[in-house]
């Protein structure tokens, strides 16, 4: 399994503004999983440019791309257009406990148009663009990420399948 960490920021893209976020989920990742990062990149709110970065990086057979930023009211949050375009098949279950549990902290969750879906072998999901919101979401997924990973791969291991139910 392996890892692609997409950040959407006019800001960042241009250099203009400190990624905090995308090594953020890095480190966390790092920490907390076995899987490299392959792919990490920070690119602007433009809808184009999103959807072919998911799809480059699905088609190198990148198995889990957390986005973060860009799932907001403003008119340039267009990250969760660009991963409806991308995926085939929605995973809302995902997106509902990140917003749920985001809820019980700050009733701005509610404002969160973060999507999750797969294409092919990829799970993709759409993360906030604040760190401190990336760390609590992050928490409400990391539990369930090996076994979907695994099913998405269909390579399910016995004993996480057993662990996660």
Excluded at 125 to 153: C, F, M, Q, W, Y
Aim: charged share 20%; proline share 7%.
């Amino acid at each position: 399994m392996n890892i692609g960490i997409l950040t959407i920021s006019d800001r960042g893209a241009r250099g203009e503004y400190e990624d905090r976020s995308g090594p953020l989920i890095a480190q966390i990742m790092a920490d907390k999983t076995p899987w490299p990062v392959t792919h990490q990149a920070i690119v602007p709110d433009e809808l184009g440019t999103i959807a072919a970065t998911l799809i480059q990086w699905c088609d190198a057979g990148v198995n889990l791309i957390l986005t973060s930023g860009g799932t907001g009211f403003a008119p340039r949050d267009v990250t969760p257009e660009a991963t409806k375009q991308v995926i085939e098949r929605e995973t809302p279950g995902i997106a509902e406990a990140m917003r749920a549990e985001s809820l019980k902290i700050t009733r701005h969750a509610m404002l969160s148009r973060a999507v999750a879906g797969i294409r092919g072998q990829t799970l993709i999901i759409n993360l906030p663009g604040s760190p401190k919101a990336v760390r609590e979401n992050l928490d409400v997924l990391l539990p369930v990420l090996p076994h979907a990973l695994e099913l998405i791969t269909d390579s399910p291991n016995t004993e996480s399948q057993h662990r996660s139910v």
